[in-house]
């Protein structure tokens, strides 16, 4: 993968990274870790602090995209549109991704600890992507796999399929405590067609990039 760098933008980039340059004619810029660069054309060179970078070895592109959140080896966006179950999958596939699927305690901790911070309040909760719609009780992951049974999540008295407000029930998962779950336990039912905010979720980048200042 190629950017195109402007000066400004390089300027910006040296700044932020606290290196120094030293030059004399143009040149070509490549990244070979996230403190660590290198100059290959010219008679320039670059350094951070008293360390010489590699002048052959690219670095590896950034593991998930502007506004993607790394963890584990996913990338995950806490989108914060409001739209039904089925639109925000629709939304996540659209980036390339599909709503959420919680494969360990380790995920469903990070998650829980990322949106008791985004939460505005107690109803500001995410969908992910589980579902009983196909058949009431078989939950489904969007993957068509099974919910594991030692990865239940569940709020207190969850799931109830309560259907004072849609008389098809709640067939889709939501998640998320704005005071905290300590135990992991923030999974609601909730009817599939109401607006929420969602997690989306993808695997992260691998790869190589360089920058080619112009």
Known sequence: MHRR?????????????????FHQGGFSLKLISQNNFVLTCGDYFLRRDLLFCNLFKDG????CEAGWEHHGGKC?????????WEESRSFCQSQGGDLVKIDSS????????????????????FWIGLTDS???GRWLWVDGSPLNERLKFWNYKEPDNWTGKDPNGEDCVRMGEKVGAPDL??????????????ICEKPEKTGQRSYVCV
């Open 5 to 21: 760098v402007s000066a400004k933008d390089f300027c910006t980039f040296r700044t932020h990274h606290n290196i120094s340059v």
């Open 60 to 63: 590896p592109c950034p593991k």
């Open 76 to 84: 995950y966006n806490f989108t914060t549109n409001k739209s039904s």
């Open 106 to 125: 380790d995920e469903q901790s990070f998650l829980e600890r990322r949106l008791k911070d985004v939460m505005s309040e107690a109803e500001d909760k």
């Open 134 to 136: 196909e058949e009431e």
């Open 185 to 198: 336990k923030c999974w609601f039912d909730k009817s599939c067609k109401v607006p929420h905010k969602s």
